[in-house]
């Protein structure tokens, strides 16, 4: 487990589902995220059953908070190559009531940490919708930054076209 003063980082867990469930579903929750076709909540289940261990790969943790004990979030890091030392990270907070709480904040930094330490990245990237101004905040907040735009890539729900930002954070850039 990876912890910091408002979360710790853990694996997930089958009992998980109802949570990730209830966020893929909240408009609010998934308004910039790109979502597969809908599941129900026994594929849910079934995926955190079977979801097959964390690898270099790809490494998907929970956002726990440490002070309500329950999960309110998730952060991975994907497509890691060793050998160019490069991944890809997606995180969202799913409680809503945990927003601008400085949870998303620290869950970055600790999973960043752990790229770099652990797995050896040199450079972790990212994708994020052009409108997504709370997240574009935390992300130059924790030193990434905008290396691109990707001109209407992202259908959101609302059938519309957005840009997105590609950033990245090299390990000396991280702001701990």
Same mark, same amino acid.
């Given at each position: 487990?990876?912890?910091?003063?408002?979360?710790?980082?853990?694996?997930? /867990?089958?009992? &998980?589902? $109802?949570?990730?469930?209830?966020?893929?579903?909240?408009?609010?929750?998934?308004?910039? *995220?790109? @979502?597969?076709?809908?599941?129900?909540?026994?594929? %849910?289940?079934?995926?955190?059953?079977?979801?097959?261990?964390?690898?270099? $790969? @790809?490494?998907?943790?929970?956002?726990?908070?440490? /002070?309500?004990?329950? +999960?309110?979030?998730? =952060?991975?890091?994907?497509?890691?190559?060793?050998?160019?030392?490069?991944?890809? +990270? &997606?995180?969202?907070?799913? /409680?809503?009531?945990?927003?601008?709480?400085?949870?998303?904040?620290?869950? %970055?930094?600790? *999973?960043?940490?752990?790229?770099?330490?652990?797995?050896?990245?040199?450079?972790?990237?990212?994708?994020?919708?052009?409108? @997504? /101004?709370?997240?574009?905040?935390?992300?130059?907040?924790?030193?990434? =930054?905008? &290396?691109?735009?990707?001109?209407?890539?992202?259908?959101?729900? &609302?059938?519309?076209?957005?840009? *997105?930002? +590609? *950033?990245? +954070?090299?390990?000396?850039?991280?702001?701990?």
């Amino acid at each position: 487990m990876l912890t910091g003063k408002l979360v710790r980082l853990r694996a997930i /867990e089958p009992s &998980d589902a $109802e949570s990730i469930y209830r966020w893929i579903h909240d408009p609010a929750v998934g308004q910039y *995220m790109t @979502n597969d076709h809908p599941r129900s909540l026994a594929q %849910l289940r079934k995926w955190g059953e079977e979801r097959p261990v964390n690898k270099y $790969e @790809n490494v998907v943790l929970g956002i726990e908070s440490i /002070e309500a004990g329950k +999960l309110i979030g998730v =952060v991975d890091l994907r497509d890691a190559r060793p050998e160019i030392g490069r991944a890809e +990270l &997606d995180i969202y907070i799913g /409680e809503t009531d945990h927003w601008d709480g400085g949870y998303g904040t620290e869950a %970055l930094k600790l *999973m960043c940490r752990y790229g770099f330490n652990v797995m050896r990245l040199h450079l972790i990237a990212l994708w994020v919708v052009a409108e @997504n /101004e709370r997240a574009r905040h935390v992300y130059r907040k924790v030193g990434f =930054v905008e &290396d691109g735009r990707h001109r209407e890539c992202h259908r959101g729900p &609302d059938g519309q076209y957005h840009d *997105m930002y +590609l *950033m990245s +954070l090299l390990e000396p850039e991280l702001n701990d």
